[in-house]
């Protein structure tokens, strides 16, 4: 077990054996000279030595102090090099957390351009539809739909949180879909969402969330998979799903789009939000997004 005195008393030490200065020391260190003398004088009687002469208000080292100075000095010299260190490891990592679907389908697919933009980041996606704990969790900033931003986030909305019915040319070759109210009689994926509700209620059809059985999945990630493989029809946000739409490997058969009141929102604590990484990430991301809805305009032109 290391016996070591008090460090904020060899803290002061070590400031005032290198300046040869106990005002000085003080200055440095945002305290009195009172202060500083204090500290020294504890640590000298935990020593049971003196390390400092004093005469006519100046100061300097005894021997024992000058053993000690150098010793103390570089043992300083050695803390502040490991933690500048792991200042410098963690602030070359940017950690993201984001929900699955806007993981993998909106964001994977771009980040390699904010990757080549900032070579000298580590960038690591934590894809998990779990909230973010930003006193836990080693996020700096996340991505989720949310009506709101909670107390002491700040939050910068990317785009709404729409969903529209979406189905593979396959399974709308077996099930046609003329209009809103087919979709009562076709199979559904998670029928019993109450997106399926809202949408229903959009489009004017009376008593659409049924509970009829059928595929029960949890995630927008898992529900487009299916209807990718012509399971069912599935209540998709056509922004997560631009490659399969423009290839044509799903299909929305009807133009409206529903909402739940919610948004997108790229979040993080306020104490964070103009760290140099967080501040890069979110200008390149408000970048992405407004050159995905400049393509998503043409595009519906």
Known sequence: MRQLPPLAAVRVFEAAARHGNFTRAAAELGMTQAAVSYQVRLLEERLGTPLFRRDKGRVTLTEAGQRAAPLVSGAFDTMDDAFAAARRQTEAVLTISA??????????????????????????????????????????????????VPPGLHGVRLFASEFTPMASPAFLARYPLLAPADLLGVPRLTPGDGWWQLWFDAAGVPAGNSNRAGLQLDSQVVEGAAALAAQGVALLNARMWTRELAEGRLVAPFPLVATAGSSFWLVCPESRRNQPRVRQFREWLLAEVAAAERLQTVAQQ
């Open 99 to 148: 929900a699955n679907t806007f993981a993998a389908n909106w964001l994977a697919p771009r980040l390699g351009g904010f990757q080549l933009r900032h070579p000298e980041l580590a960038v690591r996606l934590d894809a998990s539809d779990q909230l973010v704990d930003f006193a836990r969790d080693p996020a700096d900033v996340g991505v989720r739909s949310t009506r709101e």
